[in-house]
Each structure stands twice: as C-alpha cells, then as structure tokens.
Nanobody, 118 residues
Framework: QVQLVESGGGLVQPGGSLRLSCAAS????????MSWVRQAPGKGLEWVSDIKSIGGITWYADSVKGRFTISGDNAKNTWYLQMDSMKPEDTAVYYCARIGVGGGYDYWGQGTQVTVSS
C-alpha cells in the first residue's frame, strides 16, 4: 500500500529554517519523481519543487529558488524540503506528491502546516 506521510511543519520566525520530511512506504523513492506543493490560506495549490530521483535533477519555483532545497534519502525512503531564509509568504500547508508514470500526481501526503510569523 502506497503511503506518503509529511512531518516537520511548525511555526518559525521570518529568516528562520525548517526541514520537511515526506516518508514513503509501499514503493522506493528512487524509482519515482516527486513534488512539493503548497497551499496558502485562501489560495490555490502552488507548485514549489520537483526532484527526478534521489540525487537527480531538481527544479524550483522562482519564489523559493535559492532558499529551498529538495533532496532524498534512499536508506530512509524519505524525501525532504529544506527551507531557509523563510518569509511570511511561505506560510501554507505543504504537501508531497508522487509523480506517477503518466506524469501526473498519483499519491499525496496529508499535508503539514508551516507558519512564518514573528
């Protein structure tokens, strides 16, 4: 059974850092690309970052480029999103999503709340 479980969200001050985790089960993270997607209060889904495979090609939205880093750990079967120099506009529920063989998202995590506020 495929499952994605996010953790690591919380309250952080502007300029601070958080690391989100997305623990996968039922498949190997190295065999799939994945995305981090976020939804700010009252807004739609916003793509944040993609990784093709562990140690592979990565992409970032302009809004997070240079501040966020996506990565993965095969041994822990987990993806990560390291968020540095955080801004209030980063406040959102963050989701990890697996990119299926057809190119769309086929599995989502439950989301983790991130709040950036002083």
């Amino acid at each position: 059974q495929v499952q994605l479980v996010e953790s690591g969200g919380g309250l952080v001050q502007p300029g601070g850092s958080l690391r989100l985790s997305c623990a996968a089960s039922g498949f190997s993270v190295n065999n799939y690309a994945m995305s981090w997607v976020r939804q700010a209060p009252g807004k739609g889904l916003e793509w944040v970052s993609d990784i093709k495979s562990i140690g592979g090609i990565t992409w970032y939205a302009d809004s997070v480029k240079g501040r966020f880093t996506i990565s993965g750990d095969n041994a822990k079967n987990t993806w990560y999103l390291q968020m540095d120099s955080m801004k209030p506009e980063d406040t959102a529920v963050y989701y990890c999503a697996r990119i299926g063989v057809g190119g769309g998202y086929d599995y989502w995590g439950q989301g983790t709340q991130v709040t950036v506020s002083s």
